[in-house]
């Protein structure tokens, strides 16, 4: 048998199955290595999600005064080209289409999607064809409310 090599699967010295020979180890992670990771990841996500949960709300509120500033100026627009605010009949959507006003310029917003606040509801207009006023009710809905609940309404 010169000239041939030999290993030890052809001399019948095979190693079991699952089993590490000498100076190998197996790579993995046992049971108590993964309890411990998920009890971190557990903690981690109890402390955290709270936090990331106000910024949330934070920035919904955040995001409805900036509405409120474009209908705002939005309304300006329409003031100018028309000589008045918009009926309280047509409401806001009078921004977006023609209802009836001379000398209507628009649209002056570009759809119907910023007449909702990030609530889903659609922002409350006053107008004494002079003055206007336009409110979101918050997250809870209602008037009044402090924090993400609190009423969000245009300095006008």
């Known amino acids: 048998m010169t000239g041939y090599a030999t290993n030890g699967a ?24 993964l309890l411990v ?19 949330v709300g934070a920035a919904k509120a955040d995001t409805a005064s900036v509405q409120v500033r474009n209908i705002s100026s939005a309304l300006e627009l329409y003031f100018l080209d028309t000589g008045s605010y918009p009926d309280p009949v047509a409401g806001l959507s009078a921004l977006v289409e023609n209802r009836g006003a001379p000398n209507w310029n628009g649209p002056y917003l570009k759809n119907a999607s910023g007449l909702a606040d990030p609530w889903g509801r659609a922002y409350a207009y006053e107008s004494t064809g002079v003055t206007y006023r336009v409110t979101s009710l918050g997250r809870d809905g209602q008037p009044g409310g402090e924090g993400e609940d609190a009423d969000i309404a245009s300095a006008n």
């Open 37 to 55: 990771v998920l009890a971190i990841i557990a903690l981690v996500a109890t402390l955290v999600g709270p936090r990331v949960l106000g910024y």
């Open 10 to 33: 052809a001399t019948g010295a095979s190693k079991a199955p699952g089993r590490a020979s000498e100076g190998e180890t197996e790579a993995g992670f046992t049971l108590v290595e």
